[in-house]
C-alpha cells in the first residue's frame, strides 16, 4: 500500500511572495502523483500530475512540482501566489499495481495582502 | 453528464434515521470512488467501484456503510442508522479507467452530512 504526508497543515504566505507546500510518500512500486486543489465552498480539482519522464511538471496557473525519487517527494511551488490561490491543497498517489488514490490530509494555504 | 454530479448537496437527519447518498458519474467513466472528508481529517478512502462490482471496499467503517452501483453508472452510499461520527462531506469521483492506469479521478462537490 501506498501512504502520502503532507506535514505543513497551514500555511500563510504573503502576497507575491514564493511558497513551498510539502508531500512525501511511501511505495514500494512505481507511483503516479498528483496535486488537486480545493476552493472554499468548492470540490477538488485536479491541479497538476506526473505519471513518468519529465520529473518537473507545471499547471495553467504557475504552479510546479517535482517528483523525487530518492526523496520521495513531490512538493508544490510556485514563486509569486496571488490572494486567490487562498485553497487546501491536497497530495495524492495512485500506483500501477492498486485500486485506490491516497490522499494526504492536505494543507491550507492562506494568502495574505 | 459534463460533471460528477452529487445529491443531496446538504442533507441534515436525525441520529438512527438511514440516508442515501447518490453520485452520478461523468458518461463513460468504469471508475467511481467514495471518498468522507471530515474537518481537519484529509479525504479517507470508502469504496471503489470499478463497473458494478466493488473490488475494494476497505474503507467502510463499519456494517452501517453500504454501496452499489446499477448499470455501470449511478451509485448509491446508504448509511444506516446514522450517528453523530458520520456527520461529514461524502466525495464521489469518478475516472475513466482503474487507477493503475494512472488516470486522473475527477470528484463531485460532495454532499454534506449533518447527523443531529
Known amino acids: 500500500a501506498q501512504s502520502v504526508t503532507q506535514l505543513d497543515s497551514q500555511v500563510p504566505v504573503f502576497e507575491e511572495a514564493p511558497v513551498e507546500l510539502r508531500c512525501n510518500y511511501s511505495s514500494s512500486v512505481s507511483v503516479y502523483l498528483f496535486w488537486y486543489v480545493q476552493y472554499p465552498n468548492q470540490g477538488l480539482q485536479l491541479l497538476l500530475k506526473y505519471l513518468s519522464g519529465s520529473t518537473l511538471v507545471e499547471s495553467i496557473n504557475g504552479f510546479e512540482a517535482e517528483f523525487n525519487k530518492s526523496q520521495t517527494s513531490f512538493h508544490l511551488r510556485k514563486p509569486s501566489v496571488h490572494i486567490s490561490d487562498t485553497a487546501e491543497y491536497f497530495c495524492?498517489?495512485?500506483?500501477?499495481?492498486?485500486?485506490?488514490?491516497?490522499f494526504g490530509t492536505g494543507t491550507s494555504l492562506t494568502v495574505i495582502p | 453528464g459534463a460533471g460528477v454530479s452529487q445529491s443531496p448537496s446538504n442533507k441534515v437527519t436525525e441520529k438512527g434515521k438511514d440516508v442515501e447518498l447518490r453520485c452520478d458519474p461523468i458518461?463513460?467513466?468504469?471508475?467511481l470512488y467514495w471518498y468522507r472528508q471530515s474537518l481537519g481529517q484529509g479525504l479517507e478512502f470508502l469504496i471503489y467501484?470499478?463497473?458494478?462490482?466493488?473490488?475494494?471496499k476497505s474503507g467502510l467503517p463499519s456494517d452501517r456503510f453500504s454501496a452499489e452501483r446499477t448499470g455501470g453508472s449511478v451509485s448509491t452510499l446508504t448509511i444506516q442508522r446514522t450517528q453523530q461520527e458520520d456527520s461529514a462531506v461524502y466525495l464521489c469521483a469518478s475516472s475513466s479507467d482503474r487507477p493503475r492506469s494512472g488516470n486522473t479521478i475527477y470528484f463531485g462537490e460532495g454532499s454534506w452530512l449533518t447527523v443531529v
Open positions: 467501484f470499478q463497473g458494478n462490482s466493488a473490488p475494494d
Open positions: 458518461s463513460g467513466h468504469t471508475a
Open positions: 495524492a498517489v495512485s500506483s500501477n499495481t492498486g485500486n485506490q488514490f491516497y
